[in-house]
Each structure stands twice: as structure tokens, then as C-alpha cells.
């Protein structure tokens, strides 16, 4: 089934942007320059990522990935996916692959869950431009907040899953 | 000089997986090899998702009416406005040096600090990439983790809007009892 999600949504895109062009030729070619401009924005991490996937398999033996999120009857691990999130800089897409090959090597799915949670949730890197926009009290109140809606939405992917 | 600084800088994460891979190639090539192809394998079996994904992020991008929701978010105060926060944030895209200014002014035409949090925590569902999501963890994994992380917006939100007060009142007490003084 997984398999068949990538052309298909392929085919739900192309679709949509048919339909764009239909309205107005100007639309759709807005959306694709600003599509193009993203994926090359990403490129180069997209890059590192994969790259990044390949030396996990093949370099990082399950056993460390299990000692440190595996399922060892604690909260430690749930933290510790929640942590790693947190601090991680990067773009939402690049959070997946990562995600999977953790999962792969036999991390604990509530932990990968908080991973992936508070890497989108939470951002350490640009708490200083939130704190600007917004002030130091909501960012820091946010984030925090955040945070253990990361660790509860894990918890709450160990029952579901 | 400056310029590969400035690079190194903004690709960091590259410049750790390149030199990783140089150092597994000096020590174990072999391996070295078997990395680079399971990296090369795990993208090309996601490459027609990531196509869809940009695609999708340009069409989203110029379907939303990003100013019309944000007037709106502004001007009502009710639940209905917190749902309506909670889906756009599900279907609002782009970084953040975007979206911060942009709720920013949500914020400035009188949207509760509830609207802002909900829309931020929607934000991290990311319909337009939940595709690339199913294809990486499973349909399971991705529908849930989007589910609760959709209803955990307006309590998110909420409860943002309490820590929020817990200060204003703090400050307004601060304000009366210096002029008392």
C-alpha cells in the first residue's frame, strides 16, 4: 500500500495543477516556480539526509539504536527521541527518513513519535526569532508546552499503534 | 574564504555526512560503498512522494488565502474560531521567518494568544507532506501521529493563552501597586 502512495499523490498533484492552469495560467506557474525554488532550497539537505540514512544502516549497529531508544519499560527513551527532536534544526521533510531508519534499527515507536513531534513543534534553533516576534514569555511557554504534548503524542502512539 | 565559511555554516549537516563518509571510505570502503547505495536506494523509492510533496507545497501556496484566514482569525473570539485556527494551521505552509510575521499580524488585529498556538501546533501536521510521511513510516504511524497532533492544537492553545494571562495579570498588579506606592 505504501508503495502506491507516491504515484498516486503524484497523480492527485498533477491533477490539481491542471486544474490551476485551467483557472489561470498565472496561478499555476506561481506554484511551480515556488515549488521548484523550495525543492531547491532543500536540495543539499536532502543530500546530507539520505546520505545520512545510508551510513545509519550500515554503520550504526541496532544494538546502540535499541540501548538508547529501544523499549526498556522506561520514559528514558521517550525523553531522549523528545530531546534529539528539540534540538534538531532542519526541515520537517528531512525528519521522516531519519524517523524510519531509527524505527528500522528497532527504536521504540513512542520515541520516534516524540521524535518527530518535537522536531516539528519545537524549535530550539529559532526560539531567539520567536522570542522577537512574539516575546521571550510565549516562546519559552510554547515551547515548553509543546514539548510534553511531544512526549504525551508518543505515549499516546504506543497505545494506538 | 568567506563564502565556503558561509556555506559550511548553512549546510553543516552536509559537511558532517560528507567527512563521515570520508572517513568510512579510509577505513572500511567496502561498507563505505553499501552506505552510499542504501542512501541512494531509500531516496529513489521516495523520489516520486518528494516530487508530489513540492509540487503540493506550490499549489497549497497559492490556494490559500493566507491574509483573508489571518482577518478572520483576528475578528472572532469563539470555539469556531479555534477550529478554523487548528485547520489552517493543518494546511499552512512555508518556514518559519514566514509564518511568525504572519501571525504576528493575526496577533496585531485582535486574535486571542489561543488562535496563535493553535495554528502553530496545527502547523506541524503538514497535510501537504503526511504522503511522504506514509511512504517513510507506515500509514499507521503517519495518520496517527497527524491525528493527535491535529487534536492536540486547540488544548495546546488554550493552555498557551493561560500562561499567557498569568502574566498580564502580573503585570497589571505590578502596575497598580507602583502607583499606589
Known amino acids: 500500500m505504501e508503495k502506491y502512495v507516491g504515484y498516486g499523490y503524484l497523480v492527485l498533484v498533477a491533477i490539481g495543477y491542471i486544474i490551476t492552469?485551467?483557472?489561470?495560467?498565472?496561478?499555476?506557474?506561481?506554484?511551480?516556480?515556488?515549488?521548484?525554488?523550495?525543492?531547491?532550497?532543500?536540495?543539499?539537505?536532502?543530500l546530507a539526509v539520505f546520505g545520512l540514512v545510508g551510513l545509519i544502516e550500515v554503520f550504526v549497529p541496532p544494538t546502540l539504536v535499541e540501548r538508547?531508544?529501544?523499549?526498556?519499560?522506561?520514559?528514558?527513551?521517550?525523553?531522549?527521541?523528545?530531546?534529539?527532536?528539540?534540538?534538531?534544526?532542519?526541515?520537517?521533510?528531512?525528519?521522516?527518513?531519519?524517523?524510519?531508519?531509527?524505527?528500522?534499527?528497532?527504536?521504540?515507536?513512542?520515541?520516534?513519535?516524540a521524535f518527530i513531534v518535537s522536531w516539528t513543534l519545537v524549535g530550539v534553533v529559532s526560539l531567539p526569532f520567536e522570542a522577537k516576534t512574539f516575546g521571550w514569555r510565549f516562546a519559552i511557554a510554547r515551547n515548553g508546552l509543546s514539548f510534553l504534548f511531544a512526549l504525551l503524542i508518543g505515549v499516546l502512539m504506543g497505545v494506538v499503534l | 574564504m568567506k563564502r565556503a565559511l558561509k556555506f559550511a555554516a548553512s549546510e553543516f549537516l552536509l559537511v558532517i555526512v560528507v567527512a563521515l563518509y570520508l572517513l568510512a571510505l579510509f577505513r572500511d570502503p567496502a561498507r563505505a560503498g553499501e552506505a552510499a547505495v542504501a542512501s541512494v536506494r531509500t531516496f529513489l523509492g521516495v523520489l516520486p512522494?518528494?516530487?508530489?510533496?513540492?509540487?503540493?507545497?506550490?499549489?497549497?501556496?497559492?490556494?490559500?488565502?493566507?491574509?483573508?484566514?489571518?482577518?478572520?482569525?483576528?475578528?472572532?473570539?469563539?470555539?469556531?474560531?479555534?477550529?478554523?485556527?487548528?485547520?489552517?494551521?493543518?494546511?499552512?505552509v512555508g518556514p518559519v521567518y514566514v509564518v511568525f510575521p504572519l501571525l504576528k499580524v493575526v496577533r496585531e488585529h485582535g486574535a486571542?494568544?489561543?488562535?496563535?498556538?493553535?495554528?502553530?501546533?496545527?502547523?506541524?501536521?503538514?497535510?501537504?507532506?503526511?504522503?511522504?510521511?506514509?511512504?517513510?513510516?507506515?500509514?499507521?504511524?503517519?495518520?496517527?501521529?497527524s491525528l493527535l497532533v491535529a487534536l492536540s492544537a486547540i488544548p495546546l492553545g488554550l493552555l498557551l493563552e493561560a500562561a499567557m494571562r498569568g502574566s498580564e495579570r502580573r503585570n497589571a498588579q505590578v502596575i497598580r501597586e507602583g502607583s499606589s506606592v
Open chain 1, 68 to 113: 538508547f531508544l529501544g523499549a526498556d519499560g522506561s520514559l528514558l527513551p521517550l525523553l531522549a527521541g523528545g530531546l534529539a527532536g528539540s534540538v534538531a534544526a532542519g526541515p520537517p521533510a528531512a525528519a521522516y527518513p531519519i524517523a524510519a531508519s531509527l524505527l528500522n534499527s528497532g527504536a521504540w515507536a513512542p520515541a520516534v513519535a
Open chain 1, 21 to 46: 492552469a485551467r483557472r489561470s495560467r498565472q496561478k499555476a506557474r506561481v506554484a511551480g516556480t515556488s515549488a521548484v525554488k523550495a525543492f531547491a532550497n532543500i536540495a543539499l539537505t536532502f
Open chain 2, 112 to 145: 486571542r494568544w489561543a488562535v496563535i498556538g493553535a495554528v502553530l501546533t496545527a502547523w506541524a501536521v503538514k497535510i501537504p507532506m503526511v504522503p511522504l510521511e506514509i511512504g517513510m513510516l507506515g500509514l499507521r504511524f503517519s495518520l496517527s501521529r
Open chain 2, 49 to 92: 512522494i518528494i516530487v508530489a510533496v513540492f509540487g503540493a507545497l506550490g499549489l497549497f501556496g497559492v490556494w490559500v488565502d493566507k491574509k483573508a484566514v489571518a482577518e478572520r482569525l483576528g475578528e472572532g473570539s469563539g470555539f469556531g474560531t479555534l477550529v478554523l485556527a487548528a485547520l489552517f494551521g493543518t494546511v499552512l
